[in-house]
């Protein structure tokens, strides 16, 4: 993975904003937007590993004309993306990103894109500007739902039609909401908050070991997210807690599985359909599709050692990485999910027009 890699290659950057940038988790949560003007002052070795293109060509850019042709190009019929824009250069994609904003404009589907920073300093401009009755589709940072809601507003606001609702996206976004609609498929849990006393929580489960997250990220250190004792998971909250600034929402607390290495999968479901990155997506996949109202979320499956397909978590289409999706494959299936709904919709009005008309 990108920032794996990356922190291979820097080494030697040590200090504890450094590790916090380093998380994953903090990159798609903001912080390392918030914290990046730090990060670069305190480690130069952090500016070349993070943006890979000051060592190679720039990222494409748009310019203004091309940023209007894009949205007028724009039928009302196609879902728009919004994607974050380059901390130093807002005509540019940010680098997470500037592939999928790349494959969506290489079949035509028009892309916005605004400054992740403004929007959390209270100002969310969009270039171009959306234009009324767009449906948009948020692909970026992970936000908390409450930004997420202020985000919603920004798009509502300007008349344009946000994919999923604020209730939808804490649905896929915190595990103690999708939990209750999957249990029998995931690894059971404890949701608790962050001042309960663990031990006392889990006394009675019979479980060998513990898997520690909050209601969105386990920790990704190298010391990992289990603990093998009721008393280690006190540990293991306080790195979460040190690692990624806070713990969000509260601590959900799992039996530990064993899982069999390298057979982690991401899929996503869009408008109800499951999308695998080759070939089918599994039954499990199919069935959480029923149960699960949000029009675009990810499923990641894992493999069990007693043979079960088990679900590990939910998380919003929007603020999913694409893990081992190749960028084209994913724009591909937003464009071809975006075409089924308006499909569905002109057949849902011929049926009208035929009640009405008697045609
Ligand atoms: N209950 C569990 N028992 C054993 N291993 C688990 C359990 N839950 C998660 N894992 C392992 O830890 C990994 C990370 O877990 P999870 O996806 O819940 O956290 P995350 O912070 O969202 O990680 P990522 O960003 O990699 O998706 C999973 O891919 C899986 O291999
Ligand atoms: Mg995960």
């Not at 070795?45 to 190009?73: F, N, V």
């Not at 959390?120 to 936000?143: I, N, T």
């Not at 006190?234 to 807690?241: G, K, N, P, Q, R």
Request: with cysteine; proline share 6%; net charge neutral.
């Amino acid at each position: 993975m990108r920032l794996h890699s990356t922190s291979a290659a820097i080494g030697a950057a040590d200090d504890l904003y450094t590790q916090q940038w380093l998380q994953p988790a903090n990159r798609k949560n903001g912080f390392a937007s918030k914290h990046r003007l730090l990060h670069l002052r305190s480690a130069d070795r952090c500016l070349l590993a993070y943006r890979p293109h000051s060592l190679h060509p720039p990222p494409t850019t748009i310019g203004k004309r091309e940023l209007r042709h894009d949205s007028q190009e724009a039928t009302g019929r196609q879902v728009q993306l919004l994607f974050p824009s380059h901390p130093f250069d807002k005509s540019a994609a940010d680098d997470a990103y500037v592939d999928e904003f790349e494959a969506a404009r290489a079949i035509g589907i028009g892309c916005h894109l605004f400054s992740f920073e403004d929007f959390q300093a209270g100002d969310f401009k969009p270039r171009p500007a959306l234009r009324a009755h767009e449906h948009v589709l948020y692909r970026g940072w992970m936000l908390s739902p409450e930004s997420f809601s202020v985000l919603h507003d920004a798009i509502s606001t300007r008349g344009g039609f946000p994919m999923t609702t604020t209730a939808q996206y804490r649905l896929c976004h915190y595990l103690p909401s999708w939990y209750p609609l999957c249990v029998e498929f995931t690894p059971s849990t404890v949701v608790v908050p962050r001042d309960a006393d663990f031990a006392t929580a889990v006394a009675g489960k019979n479980w060998s070991k513990f898997f520690v997250k909050d209601y969105v990220k386990s920790l990704t250190t190298a010391q990992g997210s289990s603990a093998s004792s009721p008393e280690e998971i006190a540990t293991v909250v306080s790195l979460i807690e040190r690692f990624r600034g806070a713990v969000e929402g509260g601590v959900c607390i799992r039996e530990f599985e064993r899982l069999v290495p390298e057979t982690e999968e991401r899929y996503f479901v869009l408008n109800g359909k499951a999308y695998s990155r080759e070939g089918a997506a599994p039954p499990l996949v199919d069935t959480i599709s029923k149960r699960i109202d949000s029009p675009f979320y990810s499923v990641d499956a894992v493999l069990a050692e007693d043979g079960r397909l088990r679900l590990i978590e939910l998380g919003d289409g929007q603020v999913s990485d694409r893990k081992r999706w190749p960028a084209a494959r994913f724009i591909s299936m937003l464009a071809e999910g975006q075409q089924q709904v308006f499909a569905a919709r002109r057949k849902k009005q011929d049926a009208a027009n035929i009640g009405r008309f008697g045609l």
